[in-house]
């Protein structure tokens, strides 16, 4: 495996759709734990992040070959990421049950180092934050996961979302203005009006459940980078 360890994203990408059989696992292995990251803060919960995340993989198995260098390999698979969450998100939007009965769900949304090491106010207003983000419009949700708790620069989440960094910006400037009256009681403590600390580019690696291989089925939307 050590040439494929010194190998590019597009490099690797070239020799997936060349028939190489470690290629794709490489290119899963770098970058699967910040696309589990941002499902899960997207969606909320594990069990649709991890079908996300799943659906994402295969989807850029599959559609390797429309692959065309116009952005990075990264940008490309958080865009298909962002895409297959949004689609779960929207499905899911109409039979969800109560907003909030999910205090352990959300728990779980924190990385175990930052729940054992920051205050108590700063965790209830992390757990207050991911529950409100849950009752934004899908577009602004993937918008302030990227930018606000995943710290992606404007014109990266652009990317991602394939939109322009003014909407990256207006999805943005109304999500925190819907967030913002949610959790007002919080903001004497310190916490702040900002959705989540910028720049948490920290991914929850060892809490990734295993992924099945891309065999399986169920190819979202989101290909030619």
């Known amino acids: 495996m050590g040439v494929l360890d010194d190998s590019g994203d597009q490099d690797l990408l070239a020799r997936h759709v060349a028939g190489d059989p470690d290629a794709f696992g490489e290119i899963v292995r770098?970058?699967?734990?910040?696309?589990?990251?941002?499902?899960?803060r997207t969606l909320g919960d594990r069990?649709?992040?991890a079908d996300a995340v799943q659906d994402a993989l295969v989807s850029a198995y599959r559609a390797a070959h429309t692959f065309r260098g116009q952005s990075?390999?990264?940008?490309?698979?958080?865009?298909?990421t962002v895409n297959a969450c949004l689609d779960r998100a929207r499905k899911t939007a109409s039979r969800r049950t109560s907003p909030v009965a999910e205090t352990e769900r959300l728990e779980q949304l924190l990385e175990p180092?930052?729940?054992a090491a920051t205050p108590a106010e700063r965790q209830d207003l992390h757990r207050e934050l991911l529950n409100a983000?849950?009752?934004?419009?899908?577009?602004?949700r993937a918008a302030l996961v990227l930018v606000d708790m995943q710290g992606y620069p404007v014109a990266e989440a652009a990317a991602?979302?394939?939109?322009?960094?003014?909407?990256?910006?207006s999805r943005c400037a109304r999500g925190r203005a819907r967030l913002l009256p949610l959790v007002t009681h919080?903001?004497?403590d310190g916490g702040g009006s900002e959705p989540a600390s910028r720049g948490r580019n920290r991914a929850q690696g060892t809490s990734v459940p295993p992924?099945?291989?891309?065999?399986?089925?169920g190819a979202v939307k989101g290909g030619g980078g």
Do not use: N
């Open 133 to 140: 983000l849950r009752t934004l419009p899908e577009e602004q």
């Open 160 to 169: 991602i979302l394939d939109i322009p960094t003014g909407t990256v910006k």
């Open 186 to 188: 919080l903001r004497a």
């Open 47 to 49: 069990e649709e992040a």
């Open 113 to 115: 180092e930052e729940s």
């Open 211 to 217: 992924t099945a291989g891309p065999k399986d089925t």
């Open 72 to 80: 990075a390999v990264t940008t490309w698979l958080h865009r298909i």
């Open 30 to 40: 770098r970058h699967r734990d910040r696309l589990w990251a941002v499902a899960l």
